[in-house]
């Protein structure tokens, strides 16, 4: 059975910065393309990053500005967030998704149930 | 990267089908066939339901179907259950490896 548990998430102040983790199981992490996505509360779906399985290819979106940062480790089948100059509304629910495939695949298949960034002073 | 278009409400009665509809431009839902459906219940993560574009993952029932017409891309839900009053998104492969969801619709079931 697929399993993304995400961890990390809490408080931060704004300038501040996080590192979200994602445990991965269930599946052989180093085949598989993995991404971030996240949620404000209320609102909807927003992608934020990918890696893909050989971690030589990485994407943000746009609105990010250089201030996260994606990586993965296959030893650890874990994949990570650095979150820096965060910002209000960078707070959100963030998830954790694998792929369907090695590079970027076409769908989000499997997603964690994610963790919570309040950004408050 | 601008959201893909979703009204944000649908509606039906139990067995009657309903559309919800994705629009967005010919860089992504347009020019790909990877476009997605994702199923949400309150305070769950999503779960995927189609595909590229009318693909089914393993047990998603035959229910759900999705289709394409230039930058507008559709999910149907026949026979509508109870069960199927959640919200869902549509997401669109938008090339230069970045990805777009739509902003959401509620469907409620009657």
């Known amino acids: 059975e697929v399993q993304l548990v995400e961890s990390g998430g809490g408080l931060a102040q704004p300038g501040g910065s996080l590192r979200l983790s994602c445990a991965a199981s269930?599946?052989?992490?180093?085949?598989?393309?993995m991404h971030w996505v996240r949620q404000r509360p209320g609102e909807g779906l927003e992608w934020v990053s990918g890696i893909n399985s050989r971690s030589d290819n990485i994407a943000y979106a746009d609105s990010l500005r250089g201030r996260f940062t994606i990586s993965r480790d296959t030893g650890k089948s874990s994949l990570y967030l650095q979150m820096n100059s965060l910002r209000p509304d960078d707070a959100a629910f963030y998830y954790c998704?694998?792929?369907?495939?090695?590079?970027?695949?076409?769908?989000?298949?499997?997603w964690g149930q994610g963790t919570l960034v309040t950004v408050s002073s | 990267q601008s959201a893909l278009t979703q009204s944000p409400s649908a509606s039906g009665s139990p067995g009657q089908s309903v559309t919800i509809s994705c629009t967005g431009t010919?860089?992504?839902?347009?020019?790909?066939?990877?476009v997605s459906w994702y199923q949400q219940y309150p305070g769950k993560a999503p779960k995927l339901i189609i595909y590229e574009v009318t693909k089914r993952p393993s047990g998603v029932p035959d229910r759900f179907s999705g289709s394409k017409s230039d930058s507008t891309a559709s999910l149907t839900v026949s026979g509508l259950q109870a069960d199927d009053e959640a919200d869902y998104y549509c997401a669109s492969y938008a090339g230069s490896n970045k990805w777009v969801f739509g902003g959401g619709t509620k469907l409620t079931v009657l």
């Open positions: 010919s860089s992504d839902v347009g020019g790909y066939n990877f």
């Open positions: 998704v694998r792929g369907d495939g090695a590079d970027w695949g076409t769908s989000f298949q499997y």
């Open positions: 269930g599946f052989t992490f180093d085949k598989y393309a």
